[in-house]
């Protein structure tokens, strides 16, 4: 019987108190009640009940103790120990996938990076008052519709993980490219705290392969931020840009997570996939000693794990290095369906066409982008590159 | 803790519900018959059952006197409410995997809301 209560409940304490209960609730009862007709069947059933018993008084205890933490203000971060483990299931937590994405990000930003509800209703152009409205209704549901304060099940580990790198990764892009006019163009509060937060992640999970990925992705990206806006505010590509003013340090991090990676054997995810590619980018010295066929090659892996047409136009960009802007074109054409209302698709499309000669069809695709770009510092490149065109 | 879980169909039915054939109307209610005992024998089940058509309902309005009787359904929908289990679990990741083995069985989208605690 304990062996059967700890199997369903998964907790051997709990099998062997409640069926000791079960037994001592017999004596009582028995002499005066009687022997039920099916003894082993009603201790199992009064065992069961028991056991669910003691799991609603603890587990009223985790909810108390979960809802202190939702309700605290913000401490400074404490060194790396014990509440860690804590604020890892608080990281699981707030990305839950029963919230809503955009919940997820914001109260992820509140409870785990400690931002303040106006530090996070300007990052994403909202009234403060709807931004703690939102905040309050997600901490609602977690409370109302018993999101658990626990690391997942090991089953469900995998993909829950995924859901905390697709918010941080979300978190992250917001900063390095904004997504509105409204605010700077990069913004490094939130590239930095999204790093921290991918950092304490794999300070806890340092064996899983896509948070490695992830951070070297990150670091890689990150590390060319500084070059990447001009004196004039104005977007510069990577074939641009002063690699001198790459960060280093953060270049020689990333390597070595990405060597880490390749080092494993395993198959590798898709953010071990672009960290590859970031890799390979920030190993050369400029544009042209950069390694086209091995990105291209990663491309293919990655089209592989992710078939999305985004993945897809990033490829063609790789194979026109390749194998000329007439062959990428042909490939960017084929994503019209699926990207017509995506700015960069439109932004490659003008970069080819105008390496091709085609001028008029060049502006054409320009005027698209620079319609669709909300980026401010992106807007300016692409109205800049249009004019120059003859 | 108590969970609803909500399995919706179609307004029109067909003679095989909201099924495309006999033979899968008759394997989903297998499957959903051993997801049932699944459920008892695990200790999650509190009620289950399959509602008739929403156009048999009815509404009552007793704030009024006499009471106000209209043909039903309440909302008008293109989708309605066509059986629901009432569960016990931990937490809602135990809901969660519980409703997802539900929709599997019944081959139907599951809505998992919580009841109100309750009150100590």
Redesign the interface.
């Known amino acids: 019987m304990v062996a059967s209560l700890a199997k ?1 409940f998964g907790d051997l304490d709990i099998a062997e108190e409640a069926t000791a209960e079960a037994f001592a609730t017999a004596v009582e009862r028995w002499p005066a009640d009687g022997i039920p007709p099916n003894p082993g069947g009603w201790l199992t059933t009064t065992a ?1 009940r028991k056991a ?1 018993d003691r ?1 609603r008084r603890e ?1 009223k205890r985790d909810d108390k103790y979960r809802e202190a933490l939702l309700v605290m203000d913000h401490e400074p971060l404490e060194p790396l120990g014990a509440i860690d483990d804590e604020r890892l299931r608080l990281l699981f937590t707030c990305c ?1 996938p ?1 919230l809503a994405l955009d919940s997820r990000v914001a109260l992820t930003l509140r409870m785990v990076g400690g931002l303040t509800v106006p530090e996070i209703a300007r990052a994403f152009l909202v009234q403060e008052g709807a931004m703690a409205r939102r905040i309050t209704r997600a901490k609602d549901k977690i409370r ?5 304060f626990r690391m ?2 090991a089953g ?1 580990l995998p993909v829950r993980v995924d859901g905390v790198l697709n918010v941080l990764f979300l978190v992250f892009n917001e900063g390095y490219l904004a997504t509105g006019p409204d605010t700077d163009p990069v913004r490094a509060e939130l590239t930095a705290e999204a790093i921290r937060l991918t950092r304490l992640i794999r300070s806890l999970l340092p064996r899983d392969g896509e948070v490695t990925g992830m951070l070297a992705l990150m670091l890689l990206t990150e590390a060319r931020r500084a070059a990447r806006l001009s004196s004039s505010g104005e977007l510069v590509t990577l074939d641009d840009q002063d690699r001198g003013a790459w960060d280093a340090a953060l270049i020689r991090e990333g390597h070595e997570l990405v060597r880490e990676r390749l080092n494993s054997g395993e198959p590798a995810g898709r953010y071990q996939v672009l960290a590859a590619i970031n890799a390979v980018h920030t190993s050369a010295r400029d544009i042209r000693d950069t390694d086209w066929s091995q990105v291209v090659a990663l491309y293919d892996q990655l089209v592989a794990l992710d078939p999305s047409p985004i993945v897809a136009l990033n490829r063609a960009v790789a194979v026109a290095e390749l194998d000329g802007p007439e062959v990428a074109l042909a490939a960017v054409d084929r994503l019209e369906a699926a990207l017509d209302g995506y700015h960069a698709y439109h932004a490659t499309r003008a970069d080819l066409l105008r390496r091709l000669g085609r001028s008029a069809e060049s502006r054409a695709a320009y005027d698209r982008a620079i319609d669709l770009a909300g980026n401010t510092a992106e807007a300016a490149y692409l109205t800049r590159r249009r004019d120059q065109l003859g | ?1 108590q ?1 609803l879980m909500s399995v919706f169909g179609p307004a029109e039915m067909s003679e095989f519900g909201s099924y495309p054939d006999r033979e899968s109307m008759v394997q989903a209610l297998a499957d959903t018959g051993a997801f049932n005992e699944k459920l008892q024998a ?2 999650h089940w509190v009620y289950a059952n399959g509602l008739a058509s929403a156009t048999s309902s009815t509404v009552v309005d007793g704030r009024v006197d006499p009471p106000v009787v209209t043909d039903g359904p309440y909302l008008e929908s293109k989708e309605y409410l066509g059986g629901f289990w009432i569960i ?6 135990q ?2 995997d519980l409703a997802a083995q539900g929709s599997k069985a019944c081959r139907g989208k599951v809505e ?3 009841f ?1 605690p309750l009150s100590e």
């Open positions: 369903r069961t669910i799991i587990k839950h029963a109302d519709a018993g999101i658990p997942p099940s469900d | 803790m969970y695990e200790g016990e679990a931990t937490d809602l990741d809901a969660l998992v809301r919580p109100q």
